[in-house]
C-alpha cells in the first residue's frame, strides 16, 4: 500500500471562511489600544507583569568557574615518562620534580597501589591519602597547603 506524503495547509487557507480569523471579536482587531499600546509601551503601568523580569531587577553577573583538574597518584607515575618527553618534568637527585603548572593538573589524589618512585610536587594541591603515600615514598611536597590545613589556618 502506498501513501502520498500530505503538506501541511498554512493558517491563513484554514481561517477561510471563519470571519474573525481565530481573533475573537472583530473589534478586537481595530489598532494598538487592542494590545495596550504599541511596542514596550505600559511597560512600567498596566503591562508591569510582561516587563517585570526586564526592568527594575538587576540580573546577577555570572562568574566564569575554574573546574579542577585532579590526577590519581598511579595516572600520574604512569604518565611520567610521557611528560619527561615533554620536558615537563626533571629528575634530580631529590627525586622527580612535577609542577601542577607544566602538566596541567591542579590537584593529586591518592588511588595507586604502592608508589616507589620520590616524588617532588610543586603548584599541586594534594589529597590527605596523597600526601601519606607520597611522604612514605620519602618524596616531598612545596607550594600550596593541604586542604584541611587551610581551613584550620582561616
Do not use: W
Request: hydrophobic share 30%.
Amino acid at each position: 500500500m502506498f501513501f502520498m506524503t500530505v503538506r501541511k495547509r498554512k493558517r491563513k487557507n484554514r481561517y477561510l471562511g471563519q470571519r474573525s480569523h481565530g481573533a475573537g471579536n472583530t473589534k478586537n482587531r481595530r489598532g494598538a489600544g487592542n494590545r495596550g499600546g504599541r511596542g514596550k509601551a505600559g511597560s512600567h503601568k498596566h503591562r508591569f507583569q510582561l516587563f517585570a523580569k526586564i526592568f527594575g531587577t538587576e540580573r546577577p553577573q555570572l562568574k566564569a568557574q575554574h573546574e579542577t583538574r585532579a590526577i590519581n597518584l598511579d595516572m600520574l607515575v604512569q604518565l611520567l615518562p610521557k611528560f619527561a618527553e615533554e620536558k615537563k618534568t626533571e629528575k634530580t637527585a631529590q627525586g622527580t620534580i612535577i609542577d601542577g603548572k607544566k602538566i596541567c593538573f591542579d590537584k593529586v589524589l591518592g588511588k595507586s597501589n604502592g608508589l616507589k618512585e620520590k616524588l617532588v610536587l610543586r603548584n599541586l594541591r594534594v589529597s590527605k591519602k596523597a600526601r601519606e603515600k607520597i611522604l612514605e615514598a620519602e618524596g616531598t611536597i612545596e607550594g600550596l597547603p593541604l586542604e584541611a590545613e587551610k581551613s584550620e589556618g582561616e
